[in-house]
């Protein structure tokens, strides 16, 4: 662990103290004028891992400068990322661009089209197509994968398509509840660009104005008996007032490229691979991968094993054979890998990605005597993970879960097939 140095007392702090939430931190020179703006999940630990462990020379250069910190409270983590977008364009912080040009940073456009759908564009390719062909145009924004992450999460409540109309059958997502149905005709173009006019209102910090009238709505359309419509909106409606407070758990990081020796970059509510091995002492030995999505389980995502390297009771062996099955495939890589056992199970599958190159997080949860148990268990080189990770030990405890009960499942399928 690094050692722990303190904000320095002589920096003027907005009511005198950082709040351990959301939001996003403005760093001001002694002139009052702006030359940081950054978001964070936690904004008491954020600040202060500048001053305690300074990620690159920019931010070595930064902090002697700082003269004081204002900030702004948000609910969520999303919220605080369109925040900080919104006033990097506004205030092109000497230390968020130095080093960098518009080319490099990443922006949220809207297409103008009869089925509008977001695009991710580089400042680059911006440049060479004039913004004004777009709908909307949001940005700067430093992370794309806490973008990405954003724009997953945010699909539940404002569903978009990517489809082209006039499909014979509805595409992958429409039976996930991702798209609308435009590739099937499911939806009219006024209806799906309402959708999509929402979503720009909440990248715009409009929120509580669209809650407040989807509610509205919500109430004319039961009074009117479309109970069904209705229902939507309700479903809506408690999506935005309950998205989960770290919907990006990324590290934060002023260079997603450059991450430094113990440090932990892990998105929970990306895609978590859960693993767990079954076998009744040594025989018909299987191997389970349950995928959680966005918080939830992705069952089309499930993949089972038989065992066919090891024999007798060897969890580790087996574990690791699923593992080295499982990377051979071009399925897409895990956001984090969660073994069911202890640390011989957590050092193997870290063998593994090593191996293989793969720099993937890996924990471990244990369960003890009679699945009572639920500790996170982590190698010593990755004890922050584990910390990060106990925010979140009713999800992973699911994850955990489920995968023993997809295992025992498979493995009572083949004891039978066997006895038969």
Known sequence: MFPLRMIPSSIRIQNSSLPDSPG??????????????????????????????????????????????????KPTAIE?????????????????????????????AFTKEDFPKPLLIRGADLEEASAKKYKALFGPYTSANSLRAALDLLRKTFPWSTCV?????????????????????????????????????FFNGNKEQIIKRMRKEMTALAKAKKFEEATVLRNR????????????????KEDVDKIMPGEVTVNLFGRIEGYDISHISGTSSVASMVVFENGAPAKQEYRKFR????????????????????????????????IDGGLPQVHVAEEVVRELDLGLPVIGIAKGP????????????????????????????QVRDEAHRFAIGYHRKLRERSAF
């Open 24 to 73: 996003v931190y403005l760093m001001k020179d002694a002139h009052g004028k702006v030359i940081y703006v950054g978001k964070a999940v936690s904004l008491k630990r954020r600040v202060r891992q500048h001053f305690d462990r300074p990620h690159g020379q920019n931010i070595e250069e930064m902090t002697p400068l700082v003269a004081s910190i204002d900030y702004i409270e």
């Open 80 to 108: 605080a990322l369109i925040l900080e977008a919104n006033l990097i364009k506004y205030y092109w912080p000497k230390f968020n661009v130095r080093d960098k040009d518009n080319k490099s940073f990443l922006y949220l």
């Open 165 to 201: 109309p006039g499909q014979s059958r509805p595409c992958f997502y429409h039976h996930l509840g991702l798209c609308p149905g435009v590739c099937v005709n499911a939806i009219e173009k006024k209806a799906y660009q309402k959708i999509i006019r929402d979503m720009i209102a």
């Open 237 to 252: 409606i408690h999506s935005l007032e309950h998205i989960r407070d770290v919907a990006i758990l990324k590290r934060e």
């Open 307 to 338: 065992i066919k390297s090891v024999t007798g009771a060897n969890d580790v062996a087996c574990l690791r054979e699923t593992l080295m099955r499982r990377f051979r495939n071009t399925w897409r890589l895990p956001d984090l890998l969660l």
């Open 370 to 397: 009679e699945r009572k148990r639920a500790d996170i268990v982590c190698s010593k080189n990755n004890l922050e993970l584990c910390r990060l990770c106990e925010q979140y030990l009713d999800l992973l405890v």
